[in-house]
């Protein structure tokens, strides 16, 4: 069974659960990582399958809550920044790119946009 067959006999709520435990698993090994290793890249797949499988409203959530668990695992994780319009540019940047691949995703040809919404 693909992961995508997986996926599409979960119900809409199960994945969302899942998709933000995931977010949250992830932000934790950010901030255990510490802020000189990057891990924002990591945010991605949780979005991605998000928006894939779920709608576009939940996907942007899941981006919005990518972005605070990363700013929070960088603050947490004590990033020094020597002005804080770096750290405010490091938080737009970052958010602007979860609410890019929800966007974008959610509007990609082939999206199972409403596949199923079991709840």
């Not at 709520?13 to 290793?37: P, R, S």
């Amino acid at each position: 069974m693909s992961l995508a067959n997986a996926f599409q006999r979960q119900s809409y709520n199960l994945i969302v659960f899942e998709m933000i435990v995931l977010v949250l698993v992830v932000g934790l090994v950010d901030f255990v990582t510490g802020y000189q290793v990057s891990f924002f890249m990591f945010y991605g797949p949780p979005i991605f399958f998000t928006a894939w499988f779920c709608d576009k409203k939940t996907a942007l959530l899941v981006a919005l809550l990518s972005g605070i668990t990363w700013w929070w695992a960088d603050f947490a994780s004590g990033h020094p920044y020597l002005h804080n319009w770096h750290e405010a540019w490091e938080v737009v940047m970052r958010l602007g790119f979860f609410i890019f691949i929800a966007i974008g995703l959610t509007g990609a040809p082939g999206h199972r946009r409403s596949a199923h919404r079991v709840t």
